[in-house]
């Protein structure tokens, strides 16, 4: 499964000389996305795209407009990872209005900067329940920003706009924090990673590049064999036009059973992915992170017990 990856960096230390003379960030400022300390996004890639701006919480429309628009959503896909589909320049404040405290605090700059004595490592810590907002979107507002997105100066560097009236919705995510370093030890700025978030307003949760559901809507084993059976009945109607009939391709019938073919083929494929993404036995790709990091905090809390005790 992918992983929603955002890259922040604070406003003014955006280029290597702007590093270069920056003095540390404090925590309080960290949160002023309008400030001169603000954090701004500078990467998104296209999972944390598609869940920022609300086309996760959109329901899926079963059409024949669907199966013949699969490769543009692939095309939009890739676009939307090379430019962060507009996030980027984006305030984080806008996407993370109360952020925990340390989530983005950055060391001082006589603590960074190659591996001599008194350099600080890279850090990486988890932090639960981390609110972020979500855009609200209907299904029109999503095809408009997508070809907004689409058009000249939509790339890199260019802020997202939300659609007019689409609102915006809070939603909670164990965030996976961590130092982003030049090749030098200078610490840059900070990447937030998650693969899986709860919106309390409608009870659904969500995974990377993925529909959010209830968990009511998990497809179980019995939906995902009737799909299959859908499948195996439309290519049997199919052949059935082709050999009992003697149809060829290009006539109507043939062509709407192809189409329908393939819609069936579309619906199986996503509700396979969707009872996979959402097994309960799935920790997710963080897990390994989250248990490293509680391990972590455990033998620190240990060692300060201990000492206490001395």
């Known amino acids: 499964m992918a992983c929603c990856v955002l890259i922040v960096e604070p406003a003014g230390r955006t280029t290597a000389a702007a590093a270069a003379t920056s003095s540390a960030v404090s925590e309080s400022a960290a949160d002023g996305g309008g400030s001169e300390h603000g954090f701004i996004v500078t990467y998104a890639n296209a999972a944390a795209v598609h869940m920022l701006l609300g086309h996760s919480s959109l329901p899926r429309t079963e059409t024949a407009a669907d199966a013949g628009a699969a490769g543009a959503g692939a095309g939009a896909a890739a676009t939307a990872a090379r430019t962060g589909g507009g996030l980027c320049g984006s305030p984080l404040s806008t996407l993370l209005p109360h952020a925990p405290p340390g989530l983005l605090s950055m060391p001082a700059a006589s ?37 907004v997105q689409a058009e000249p100066g939509q790339g890199h560097g ?61 497809p179980g084993e019995a939906t995902l064999q009737a799909a299959v059976k859908a499948v195996r009945a439309q290519a049997d109607a199919v052949r059935s036009l082709k050999q009992a009939r003697g149809l060829g391709n290009q006539h109507p019938d043939v062509i709407n059973g192809v189409t329908q073919l393939a819609i069936a083929k579309a619906m199986a494929s996503e509700l396979a992915a969707l009872a996979g993404a959402y097994a309960r036995g799935d920790a997710g790709l963080l897990a390994p992170f989250v248990e490293l990091c509680t391990q972590r905090e455990q033998a620190q809390q240990a060692q300060q017990e201990q000492g206490s005790r001395d």
């Open 111 to 147: 603590t960074t900067g190659g591996l001599g004595r008194g350099a600080q490592a890279p850090r990486m810590a988890v932090y639960a329940r981390v609110e972020l907002q979500q855009q609200q979107q209907e299904p029109e507002q999503q095809q408009q920003q997508q070809r």
């Open 158 to 218: 260019a802020a997202a706009e939300p659609a007019s009236g689409s609102g915006m919705r809070a939603c909670r995510a164990d965030v996976l924090a961590c130092d982003v370093c030049s090749p030098s030890g200078r610490t840059l700025g900070r990447a937030l990673l998650f693969d899986r978030w709860h919106c309390a307003s409608n009870g659904r949760s969500g995974r990377p590049l993925m529909r959010e559901l209830t968990e009511a809507e998990v």
